[in-house]
């Protein structure tokens, strides 16, 4: 689990640092703009490598069960799941309904997620992931908005570029339920 916890901390920790904008401009001042985004991609990868293997250790090690979540909860994770992926893909240059509902819909779908397997993940390892996925992404939002940064504006009419989102969100969607067992190792229905 210790693999896990350092993978999170660096992940997340790469993505929190620029939450604040100033120590941000001094990194970029101090490396340049270029040698700063290479640190952070190479620090990002490097702590979703971690993340990844940590996991797969932790649950080869035997979960750590915590609680057990009623099953009832697996429909609200299928609809928080699908709503995560339609916010990932109104992301496009064009903007629409969807978006200026979400605002951030980057954020938006990361907090969708992980609550969604918060909500399903009753053993210790799930809940620090997914938990500290849910924390981060709240704590960015927030961030965003104390600087002013409010998002994607309002769009009263639905657009193509909602439509996309939708089909594109569906579709990824559908494929993460059949390749989920193969891919996670963890079957979503029936599982």
């Known amino acids: 689990m210790l693999i896990l916890i350092l993978g999170l901390i660096l992940f997340l920790g790469v993505h ?3 939450m604040s904008r100033r120590w941000r401009a001094k990194a970029i001042d101090l490396m340049g703009l270029r040698y700063y985004k290479l640190s952070y991609m190479a620090k990002s990868f490097l702590g979703l490598g971690l993340i990844i293997w940590g996991f797969i250790r932790y649950r080869h090690a035997g979960l750590i069960m ?6 009832a909860l697996h429909y609200l994770n299928f609809a928080l799941t699908w709503l995560a992926l339609v916010s990932l893909f ?7 309904k969807i ?10 779908a990361v907090k969708f997620w992980a609550l969604a397997h918060l909500l399903v993940n009753g053993d210790l390892g799930g809940m620090l992931l997914f938990g ?8 960015d939002r ?3 908005k104390k600087r002013g940064d409010y998002g994607a504006p309002r769009n ?6 909602d439509l996309q989102a939708g089909v594109l969100g569906s579709a990824i969607y ?8 193969y891919l996670f190792g963890v079957p979503v229905i029936n599982g």
């Open 132 to 139: 500290s996925f849910l924390a981060w992404a709240v704590a």
């Open 16 to 18: 929190s640092f620029s």
């Open 66 to 71: 915590v609680w057990n979540p009623p099953y």
């Open 90 to 96: 109104s992301m496009g240059s064009k903007p629409g």
């Open 99 to 108: 978006r200026g509902l979400v605002r951030h819909p980057m954020i938006t």
């Open 174 to 181: 559908a494929a993460i339920i059949f390749l989920h067992p």
């Open 156 to 161: 009263k009419k639905f657009t193509p570029a």
């Open 142 to 144: 927030i961030s965003l």
